[in-house]
């Protein structure tokens, strides 16, 4: 089923008729899903609940604005571990310059959605040797290393199939990202290998039979919502693959800059102004090759996946019962953790906070406070703890805002032995099947 887009103003005030808040940000495509131009009502009609829908357009539109600011040496990658729908990989085919993988799996999804090996990079610790020769065989761009184990593991494959394997040392910098959500660097981890422990590494690498080392990979941390914190983190990964350069006199064709470009989640977050955002990384690079002669001719990866596709997708899900007990009212969908886990808080979250939420039916509603519950037979699965919204009544549309990335591809979904929810995106102005509902018995 293929259906058009709305036109603006077709079914008049739709930020009302959503009953979004006030404020701007969620309905306004400041880097933010855009629901004013896309029918929910008509994708429940034609594909039932609960389901997701991405927005590939408008996340073409915000990947653009950002590859309009960088030099033409930055490339973008997109890591798939976010949302490996495939339709969504087919969508970045000739928009991005390639694609961060983390398994053999991964591999073998991305080559299926069109995309060549030639332009990825694989990262991730604990690579396997069957991994290895996956990646190896297929030659990827660019394959990177995070431990002498996993050197010398690839060493020996690569020699097996008489091929070489470029590389990258992960390192895992000294410093840390304070204004990033999760911190990678910094801090005892599996991701690399320590700063510290970089010289011995890139030395053994340079001799290494089987490989050529041309790369340097850091990724500190993720989910920063500040341009500046940004800055500060490529500027110090910069400083480091510099050092390092000069030190084991390498002139890498690469250095990926990693990612961790956040998205609002929560009350009091704001989307990043992309087109600044833009202005000052792409202000920064320029003058790298300057600043860092070892560098002047390397090429910059950044790894974006929250960032391009997080809050481009929405999770739809149907109110089937409603119930008032011991002062609390609850609001029973038929969708839930099984689907959307980190709407619950249980991933990464130390405290429970509610993932943005709206009322698609009833935009005039009583505003109230309720308790948002799946279907499931425990008590995790609570998608919205005392959330305020017009009131809700069974039968009516509830919408999960930025359910882009790490949603479908990180939940639980055999869960209890119910269907999976159906996948629509939007793209060139049509809304589209890309991946169907199925039962648990098609999945075993």
């Known amino acids: 089923m293929v259906a058009r887009r709305k036109q603006m103003g077709e079914s008049g005030d739709s930020r009302g008729r959503l009953g979004l808040d006030a404020k701007p940000g969620w309905a306004q495509g400041c880097g933010v899903m855009n629901l004013d131009t896309i029918d929910i009502k008509a994708v429940a009609r034609d594909f039932g609940t609960p389901f997701y829908l ?50 053999a799996g991964e591999i073998e999804m991305a080559v299926a959605a069109g995309h060549s090996p030639s332009a990825m990079s694989f990262a991730g610790p604990g690579k396997t040797e069957q991994e290895l020769r996956v990646a190896i065989e297929r030659q990827v761009r660019l394959l990177s290393i995070e431990s002498p184990t996993e050197l010398r593991r690839a060493s020996k494959v690569a020699t097996e199939l008489g091929k070489t394997a ?51 990979h850091i ?27 000069e030190e084991h006199d390498l002139r890498p064709s690469f250095v990926n800059l990693g990612g961790g470009f956040g998205v609002p989640y929560f009350a009091g977050q704001e989307a990043i102004d992309v087109h600044a955002l833009a202005r000052e990384v792409g202000e920064l690079l320029r003058q790298a090759p300057t600043e860092h002669p070892r560098l002047r001719d390397t090429r910059f990866i950044l790894e974006l996946g929250r960032f391009l596709i997080g809050t481009f997708g929405i999770y739809v899900a149907r109110v089937v019962d409603v119930k008032q007990t011991r002062g609390k009212r609850f ?74 990335a790490y949603c479908y591809a990180a939940s639980p979904l055999l869960f209890l032995g119910h269907e999976t929810p159906p996948e629509i995106v939007v793209y060139e102005g049509a809304y589209k099947l890309s991946r169907a509902r199925k039962a648990p018995t098609q999945l075993v």
């Open 331 to 404: 609001v029973v969908l038929d969708g839930g953790m099984h689907h959307c886990f980190p709407a619950t808080g249980f991933f990464g979250q130390l405290v429970k906070k509610n993932y943005p939420v709206v009322n698609l039916s009833r935009a005039d509603g009583e505003p109230m406070a309720q308790e948002l519950v799946g279907p499931l037979c425990t008590p995790m699965d609570s998608m919205a703890r005392n959330i305020t919204l017009p009131r809700l009544e069974i039968d009516d549309l509830v919408g999960i805002l930025s359910a882009g």
């Open 166 to 216: 470029t590389i990258a040392i992960r390192i895992n910098p000294q410093f840390t990202p304070k204004e990033f959500t999760m911190k990678m660097g910094g801090t005892p981890s599996q991701f690399g290998t320590a700063e510290e422990d970089a010289p011995a590494l890139l030395e053994e690498a340079k001799t290494t039979k089987g490989v050529r080392l041309d790369g340097i």
């Open 54 to 103: 991405y927005d590939l357009d408008s996340a073409l539109a915000h990947l653009h604005a950002l590859q309009a600011g960088l030099p033409d040496y930055v490339d973008v990658y997109f890591a798939m571990k976010a949302n490996s729908n495939p339709d969504v990989l087919r969508a970045w085919l000739g928009h991005v310059a390639g694609l961060d993988v983390s398994s």
């Open 219 to 245: 990724f500190s941390g993720t989910q920063c919502l500040e341009i500046k914190g940004i800055i500060d983190n490529i500027r110090q990964t910069l400083a480091i693959a510099s050092r390092l350069s």
